[in-house]
Structure formats: structure tokens, C-alpha cells
């Protein structure tokens, strides 16, 4: 699809509202409104006001007004409901989070809380003004609710600690995180672990005065290390930080195949509280497909092994959208899932990111139509709310079709607080490891600071002397 746009117009909002009907689709920037084709042209008048109109081999198809930003709202909104009203025309798709492109929908919610609506007030505010359909205003009513009650028991001075390790036993297919196949890079482990505890140590000063309220170790696959380097990874965190008074201790044991009892033991003896295994779908076919080396066995394994050491916070990661999968596939993989009585499962719609190998082989893989993603949205949300887990969390991805939404669901009390402070950006969070971010939040201002660690292996280990300088001079220590 070709754009002709406006010089007073973000070209970035009118792809990504246009990009939730035409997914998957390449878009082009243009001067002229060709003869060929289809073309959407958008244009901002002096009062605020926007046109858009839907050409199709140079004839205009669509078109509609929007009037200018009203308080509260962002500039995109104008754009957005433009294009909204001429693709849904066209189309006869209805998105059901209407305007909304961004990424932190329960945020308008919790600020209308602020303001002193109550949690029905504001449902019938962002269906009215974003139109929002209603199941879609009530799951952010009921997160935003979640998370306030979580918050009261969250000090305001307290801090995240995360910890990055980058590697796995394979690569999925679907993967554009920093994180490298073991079998290839075992032999940089031991430099990455050196270079790794050193930025450890440093973070260990410069919260030596903060409420470490969580620590979260994530990748990549933390439990694609050996037990001997997990065990100087646990040692540095003990060292550094007072694990006994942490509110939540997690390490991602996403791998099934990488979870043994010695390291099932380490975990345990450090205070590690919280662990997440994730078997992403429990159709073989598909795990095969998508590069993931472990059996639906292996997962059962791997859950059991951990109850029975006594972790009594276990997560469990599914994606919905994966190659080939029906909605009858999901029902089967929440049945499996949901007998084993989770305490917390984070639902994920798969995203197509630019650095995966998904991206790359787009055309060999079924893409998941939105209306079956819809389905299989809606089969889950049943499926949490019967076993007893409600949405706490609540994010969305701008690559996935129809632009739907991750919901962390969970059992009251089990609510993940990492996922929170990072996604919400409640709490500041102090990063180590390579690829890792580091957000400083500032609750009198609301200013957030980001600071990126380098996503390359090879350099953040011959650079991080180099990394810890500046960083301790954004950091304060």
C-alpha cells in the first residue's frame, strides 16, 4: 500500500493505524496518489482537523473527517480515527481496540482512576472516546485494578533488579531477543559470566541504599547455564542484594530441557521464589516447527520436578498464533495447561519482529488470521477465568495481527511484580547483562531515563570495563 501524506503529519501513526487492517503488508511513501493500486492519503488542515481518503487506481474509494484533538487526547488521535473510519469502511474489519495503537492500553485507565472515575466510569470513557470494544475496556479496567491493588503493598522507593543472560539451547523462530545458541557459544560463557558479575557487583553498590523489592533473571534461557555457572550467577546475586527481604525472586527456566534437579536444588538454596517453564504450545508439530528442542513430555517433566522441590510460584508462557495452530489446537494446549493448576500463565499473540528468523522466512510459515486470533483470545480468557487466574498485566505488541494483546493472568496473590514495574514503568528497574535496559523512573516528575546495555556478546565482554564507567555516571555510583 502507497501513503501520500502531509508535512504536519507523523508518518509513523498513520502506518501503524493502518498497518491494524493491513498487517503484513508493505507500505511505501509517496508523492501523488497513483493510478495503480491502493493509496491512502492523509492530510491535517490549519485548525487541527484531519482528512483521509482510500484511493484505489487513482479514484477515491473512501474518505472521512475527524475533528481536531480534544484535551486529554494524544495528536495521533485525529489520524487515527481518520483512518480508522475509511479502512473500516473499506475492510469491514472493526478492530476491537478501536484507536489504540499503543502498547500500555490499562495506563488510560489507571488515570482515569486518578482522576476519581470509578473503574465503570472509565470503561465507558475509553469505549467512547477510543472506541474500545467493551470486553476489551473492561479487561484494562480489570488490570488496572489488579495492579493498584499491588502497588499499595509496592514501597515507592523500591527498585527491580534484572538480570540478562543470552543464551539457549536453540534459537525459535519467532526470537529477536540478544540470545545465542549454546552449542555455538558455550565457549564465550565464561567470559560473558566474568564480565557479567562484574556489572553484578556494580549494581550491588549502586542500590546498596534501595529496597530491592524483585529480582528477575530472564534471556534467553537462564537454565541453558551449566549448574556450576548458575551457582556463581545465584552466589553474585546473593552477594549483592538482600534475597531474604525480596518480595519476589524469579529466574525464566523457559526451556523444559534445560531444567535438572541440581539445578532445580541451586535455585532453591539462593531464595529464588518464582519460576516460569514454557512450553509456548503443547502441540509437538508445532514446537518442532518453531525451533523449540524439548517434547510436551519434557514439560510435564520439568513442571513436576519443580512442584515437588517445593516451588510454589510456577508461570507458565503460551503464544497463541504459531504456525498451523487452530483454535482447537489452543483448547487442547489450555486443557493440558490448566490441569496442572498454574499459579500464573502469560498469554502471548505472536509478533512478527524484524531481527527473527520468522521475518526472514515470513513466506514458509501460515500466518494466523485475526478473526481465528480473536477466537482463540476469547477461549483463553475463559479458560484463566475457570481455573480461578484473573488479568494483572497487560501489554500489546505493534507486529502482531490485528494488534491484539499479551494478558499475564494469575491467582490472587501470584501476580508477577517484575512484569508490572517493567511494563507500567511504576518502579525504576537496574539492569545487568547484555542487551539489558535499565529504566529510571522518576515518580515526582514522571521522567523516565533509559539506559541500554550493548546487545552484542563479543562486545559487552571486551567492552564492559568501558560500559560500567558510563553507566556509574548515569547511574550515580
Given at each position: 500500500?502507497?501513503?501520500?501524506?502531509?508535512?504536519?503529519?507523523?508518518?509513523?501513526?498513520?502506518?501503524?493505524?493502518?498497518?491494524?487492517?493491513?498487517?503484513?503488508?508493505?507500505?511505501?511513501?509517496?508523492?501523488?496518489?497513483?493510478?495503480e493500486?491502493?493509496?491512502?492519503?492523509?492530510?491535517?488542515?490549519?485548525?487541527?482537523?484531519?482528512?483521509?481518503?482510500?484511493?484505489?487506481?487513482?479514484?477515491?474509494?473512501?474518505?472521512?473527517h475527524?475533528?481536531p484533538k480534544?484535551?486529554?487526547?494524544?495528536?495521533?488521535?485525529p489520524?487515527?480515527?481518520?483512518i480508522y473510519?475509511?479502512?473500516?469502511?473499506?475492510?469491514?474489519?472493526?478492530?476491537?481496540?478501536?484507536?489504540?495503537?499503543?502498547?500500555?492500553?490499562?495506563?488510560?485507565?489507571?488515570?482515569?482512576?486518578?482522576?476519581?472515575?470509578?473503574?465503570?466510569?472509565?470503561?465507558?470513557?475509553?469505549?467512547?472516546?477510543?472506541l474500545?470494544?467493551?470486553?476489551?475496556?473492561?479487561?484494562?479496567?480489570?488490570?488496572a485494578?489488579?495492579?493498584?491493588?499491588?502497588?499499595?503493598?509496592?514501597?515507592?522507593?523500591?527498585?527491580?533488579?534484572?538480570?540478562?543472560?543470552?543464551?539457549?539451547?536453540?534459537?525459535?523462530?519467532?526470537?529477536?531477543f540478544?540470545?545465542?545458541?549454546?552449542?555455538?557459544?558455550?565457549?564465550?560463557?565464561?567470559?560473558?559470566?566474568?564480565?557479567?558479575i562484574?556489572?553484578?557487583?556494580h549494581?550491588?553498590?549502586?542500590?546498596?541504599?534501595?529496597?530491592?523489592?524483585?529480582?528477575?533473571?530472564?534471556?534467553?534461557?537462564?537454565?541453558?547455564?551449566d549448574?556450576?555457572?548458575?551457582?556463581?550467577l545465584?552466589?553474585?546475586?546473593?552477594?549483592?542484594?538482600?534475597?531474604?527481604?525480596?518480595?519476589e525472586?524469579?529466574?525464566?527456566a523457559?526451556r523444559p530441557?534445560?531444567?535438572?534437579?541440581?539445578?532445580?536444588?541451586l535455585?532453591?538454596?539462593?531464595?529464588?521464589?518464582?519460576?516460569?517453564?514454557?512450553?509456548?504450545t503443547?502441540?509437538?508439530?508445532?514446537?518442532?516447527k518453531?525451533?523449540?528442542?524439548h517434547?510436551?513430555?519434557e514439560?510435564?517433566?520439568?513442571?513436576?520436578?519443580?512442584r515437588?522441590?517445593?516451588?510454589?510460584?510456577?508461570?507458565?508462557?503460551?503464544?497463541?498464533?504459531?504456525?498451523?495452530?487452530?483454535?482447537?489446537?489452543?483448547?487442547?494446549?489450555?486443557?493440558?495447561?490448566t490441569?496442572?493448576?498454574?499459579?500464573?500463565?502469560?498469554?502471548?499473540?505472536?509478533?512478527?519482529?524484524?531481527?527473527?528468523k520468522l521475518?526472514e522466512?515470513?513466506?514458509?510459515?501460515?500466518?494466523t488470521?485475526?478473526?481465528?486470533l480473536?477466537?482463540?483470545?476469547?477461549?483463553?480468557?475463559?479458560?484463566?477465568?475457570?481455573?480461578?487466574?484473573?488479568?494483572y498485566?497487560?501489554?500489546?505488541?505493534?507486529?502482531?495481527?490485528?494488534?491484539?494483546?499479551?494478558?499475564?493472568?494469575?491467582?490472587?496473590?501470584?501476580?508477577?511484580?517484575?512484569?508490572?514495574?517493567?511494563?507500567?514503568?511504576?518502579?525504576s528497574?537496574?539492569?545487568?547483562?547484555?542487551?539489558?535496559?535499565?529504566?529510571?523512573?522518576?515518580?515526582?516528575?514522571?521522567?523516565?531515563?533509559?539506559?541500554?546495555?550493548?546487545?552484542?556478546?563479543?562486545?559487552?565482554?571486551g567492552?564492559?570495563?568501558?560500559?560500567?564507567?558510563k553507566?556509574?555516571?548515569?547511574?550515580?555510583?
Amino acid at each position: 500500500m502507497k501513503f501520500v501524506v502531509s508535512d504536519n503529519i507523523s508518518h509513523n501513526d498513520v502506518q501503524v493505524m493502518a498497518q491494524v487492517f493491513f498487517h503484513h503488508v508493505g507500505f511505501e511513501l509517496v508523492e501523488d496518489v497513483p493510478k495503480e493500486g491502493l493509496c491512502l492519503a492523509v492530510e491535517k488542515t490549519d485548525d487541527g482537523a484531519v482528512f483521509a481518503g482510500l484511493f484505489r487506481d487513482g479514484v477515491m474509494a473512501h474518505h472521512a473527517h475527524s475533528p481536531p484533538k480534544e484535551d486529554g487526547d494524544t495528536e495521533a488521535k485525529p489520524v487515527a480515527s481518520a483512518i480508522y473510519r475509511v479502512l473500516s469502511e473499506f475492510t469491514g474489519y472493526v478492530p476491537p481496540w478501536g484507536l489504540l495503537t499503543g502498547i500500555r492500553p490499562a495506563k488510560l485507565i489507571t488515570s482515569a482512576l486518578a482522576r476519581g472515575m470509578t473503574k465503570e466510569q472509565a470503561s465507558l470513557d475509553m469505549m467512547a472516546r477510543y472506541l474500545v470494544e467493551p470486553g476489551k475496556a473492561l479487561l484494562c479496567a480489570d488490570v488496572a485494578e489488579a495492579q493498584g491493588r499491588l502497588m499499595t503493598t509496592s514501597p515507592e522507593d523500591s527498585v527491580s533488579i534484572y538480570i540478562s543472560i543470552p543464551f539457549c539451547p536453540t534459537i525459535c523462530h519467532y526470537c529477536s531477543f540478544s540470545a545465542y545458541p549454546v552449542g555455538k557459544f558455550g565457549g564465550r560463557v565464561g567470559g560473558y559470566m566474568t564480565a557479567l558479575i562484574k556489572e553484578i557487583d556494580h549494581l550491588g553498590q549502586v542500590t546498596r541504599n534501595k529496597f530491592v523489592e524483585n529480582i528477575y533473571i530472564g534471556g534467553g534461557t537462564p537454565t541453558a547455564l551449566d549448574a556450576s555457572d548458575l551457582q556463581l550467577l545465584l552466589e553474585a546475586i546473593h552477594r549483592n542484594f538482600n534475597v531474604e527481604k525480596t518480595l519476589e525472586y524469579t529466574v525464566e527456566a523457559g526451556r523444559p530441557d534445560t531444567i535438572t534437579t541440581e539445578k532445580l536444588l541451586l535455585m532453591r538454596r539462593f531464595g529464588v521464589t518464582r519460576l516460569t517453564i514454557n512450553p509456548q504450545t503443547l502441540k509437538q508439530a508445532t514446537l518442532d516447527k518453531i525451533g523449540r528442542a524439548h517434547t510436551t513430555g519434557e514439560f510435564f517433566k520439568a513442571y513436576d520436578a519443580a512442584r515437588s522441590h517445593g516451588f510454589d510460584h510456577i508461570n507458565i508462557d503460551l503464544i497463541l498464533g504459531l504456525t498451523d495452530e487452530t483454535a482447537e489446537d489452543v483448547n487442547r494446549t489450555l486443557q493440558g495447561i490448566t490441569a496442572l493448576e498454574p499459579n500464573s500463565v502469560t498469554v502471548h499473540t505472536l509478533a512478527i519482529k524484524r531481527a527473527s528468523k520468522l521475518k526472514e522466512d515470513l513466506g514458509n510459515f501460515d500466518k494466523t488470521d485475526y478473526t481465528v486470533l480473536e477466537e482463540m483470545l476469547y477461549e483463553t480468557s475463559k479458560a484463566m477465568k475457570n481455573a480461578g487466574l484473573a488479568p494483572y498485566y497487560l501489554y500489546r505488541q505493534k507486529n502482531s495481527p490485528g494488534n491484539f494483546e499479551n494478558v499475564g493472568y494469575s491467582k490472587p496473590g501470584f501476580e508477577g511484580r517484575y512484569n508490572i514495574h517493567m511494563m507500567e514503568e511504576t518502579r525504576s528497574v537496574y539492569a545487568a547483562g547484555c542487551g539489558s535496559i535499565s529504566k529510571l523512573v522518576n515518580s515526582s516528575t514522571g521522567q523516565i531515563d533509559r539506559i541500554v546495555n550493548i546487545r552484542d556478546l563479543d562486545q559487552y565482554i571486551g567492552r564492559i570495563d568501558e560500559i560500567l564507567a558510563k553507566k556509574a555516571v548515569a547511574l550515580g555510583g
